[in-house]
């Protein structure tokens, strides 16, 4: 998680704390694919490492989504379980070190996102960014104004040093057979990133 300065820091707009807040650095468009609908590429080089966008969209409680209606564009805000190693985004913090109160503990509770961000009918052009197996956005939760992890905003960031008119994807990070529909059937979607060492299925 990156810390950063909010509105409660005496400091201004202008403070080198404030990364990923104020406006698009790079000229994003969103275009049309052959198989996998709508995406977004930038017109400049994005290096990498810099702040992209932020998916923007409404703040939901994951248990008032409506599952019987589709919406491809809910995202799980999954920072604490990303880094508790359950099941989040990557296991890659499985062998760090946890802060006492990350801890991994057998609370139920914590094991799958409180809240997610609902772009279906407000967002921006973060909705639009496709999955890839093999990325380059990767996902950083960001805490300014507050502190709770489950509130976390989610920026996208650059893996890679990105030339421009290249699409950009991240990993949407789901375990497979893990999509239900609402009779508990699973669901499995079809891949078509392209990457070489691609899952063949979203989900
Ligand atoms: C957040 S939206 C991304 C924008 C979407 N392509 C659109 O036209 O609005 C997520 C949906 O895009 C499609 N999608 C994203 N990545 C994909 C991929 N790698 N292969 C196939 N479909 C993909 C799926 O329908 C998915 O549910």
């Not at 950063?4 to 994003?28: A, F, H, I, M």
């Not at 990767?138 to 890679?160: E, N, P, Y």
């Amino acid at each position: 998680v990156v810390f950063e300065c909010g509105l409660n820091c005496v400091c201004g707009p202008d403070c080198v704390n404030r990364t990923s807040q104020g406006e698009l650095k790079y000229r994003l468009e969103v275009f049309r694919t052959p198989k996998k609908g709508w995406a977004v590429r930038s017109w400049d080089y994005i290096p990498s490492g810099a702040p992209v966008c932020e998916y923007v969209g409404e703040l939901m409680k994951t248990d008032d989504i409506d599952t019987a209606t589709e919406n491809n564009y809910i995202f799980d805000i999954d920072c604490l379980q990303t880094m508790k190693g359950l099941d989040g985004r990557e296991r890659r913090m499985r062998d760090v070190s946890l802060p006492t109160y990350l801890e991994r503990d057998d609370k139920t509770s914590d094991s799958v996102p409180e809240f997610c961000i609902d772009a279906g009918s407000t967002g921006n052009v973060a909705r639009f960014i496709n999955h890839s197996c093999q990325p380059n956005l990767f996902v950083q939760c960001v805490l300014s104004t507050h502190h709770d992890i489950k509130l976390a905003r989610v920026m996208l960031v650059a893996a890679d040093n990105i030339p421009p008119l290249k699409e950009l994807s991240y990993d949407y990070g789901y375990a497979l057979d893990s999509v239900m529909d609402p009779d508990g059937r699973i669901r499995q979607m079809t891949c078509y990133c392209g990457a070489p060492g691609c899952r063949k299925r979203l989900f």
